[in-house]
């Protein structure tokens, strides 16, 4: 469908205002939210992320990018809350105790909400209690951890311990990343997953979730 293919090239180009219009003017053609939302802003967005990885964008475009799936979405969310859309899952996402990194995280935010998950972002600095805590509030199916110092990363095994001491850990799934972590280390405080970048881990959050 063009007017798919036009949403999809604008939220690339991260012409906000314009995604907002053509998405409008595609619910009133009658295109339905949910493929306004698939073929539209999430096939743009499935672009950047696979660009971004390949380093053919970089953090500047991405954000621009998100700011216009942003706006789009803002028009489509009444329509999309209506019909009941499902969520993949609910993630809760936040950057290690004693780190003030966000960049990445909020990336990783991003691209689980382009996969269909419900993200609650507690931000920075978060200790393993907020991270149970909100887990158990949320009755969620996945925690994600992001540490960029070599100092805090060793606090993702303290949230193991403490989701483990709650008795969430058959339920929840223990995603880690960041840049000193590595596979080695993921293993190490016994997460469930690790990845690279912020594409790659909505893709294996799906798929933990679909297992
Ligand atoms: Co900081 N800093 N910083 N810093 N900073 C680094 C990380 C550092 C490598 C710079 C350096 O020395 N070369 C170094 C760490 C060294 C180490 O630990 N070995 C460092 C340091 C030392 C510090 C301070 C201690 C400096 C000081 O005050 N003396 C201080 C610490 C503050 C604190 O956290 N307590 C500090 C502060 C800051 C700023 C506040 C100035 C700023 C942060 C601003 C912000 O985030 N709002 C900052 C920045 C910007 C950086 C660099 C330059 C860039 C980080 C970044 O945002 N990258 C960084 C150097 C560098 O990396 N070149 C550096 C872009 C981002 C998209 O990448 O976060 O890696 P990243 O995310 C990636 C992947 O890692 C992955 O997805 C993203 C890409 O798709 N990913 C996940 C991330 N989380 C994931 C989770 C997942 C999966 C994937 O699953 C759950």
Redesign the pocket.
């Known amino acids: 469908d063009d007017i798919m293919l036009e949403i999809s090239e604008l939220l690339q180009k991260g012409r906000a205002p314009l995604v907002k219009e053509k998405v409008q003017q595609a619910l009133e053609n009658g295109c339905s939210p949910k493929d306004i939302l698939e073929q539209g802003l999430l096939a743009g967005m499935d672009v950047i992320g696979e660009k ?1 990885r390949n380093n053919e964008v970089f ?1 500047p475009e991405v954000l621009i990018a998100a700011r216009a799936m942003n706006n789009g979405i803002a028009v489509l969310k009444p329509h999309l809350a209506a019909m009941g859309v499902e969520s993949a899952g609910c993630v809760i996402l936040g950057t290690v105790k ?8 909020n ?2 935010k991003l691209m689980l909400e382009g996969k269909g998950f419900q993200v609650v972002d507690l931000g920075v600095n978060v200790s393993a209690e907020q991270f149970v805590k909100a887990a158990q509030e949320h009755d969620a199916d996945i925690v ?3 540490a ?4 805090t990363m060793t606090e993702m095994k303290s949230v193991e311990q403490a989701l483990r001491d709650a008795g969430l850990r058959e339920k929840v799934k223990f ?6 972590v590595t596979q080695a280390f993921a293993d190490s405080v016994g997460a469930d997953c690790y ?5 790659t ?1 909505a893709e294996e959050a799906l798929r933990l979730c679909r297992a």
């Open positions: 971004f953090v004693g780190d003030l990194h966000d960049i990445g995280k990336l990783v994600c951890c992001s960029l110092l070599t100092t995603m880690v990343g960041g840049a000193p990845t690279p970048d912020a594409a881990c």
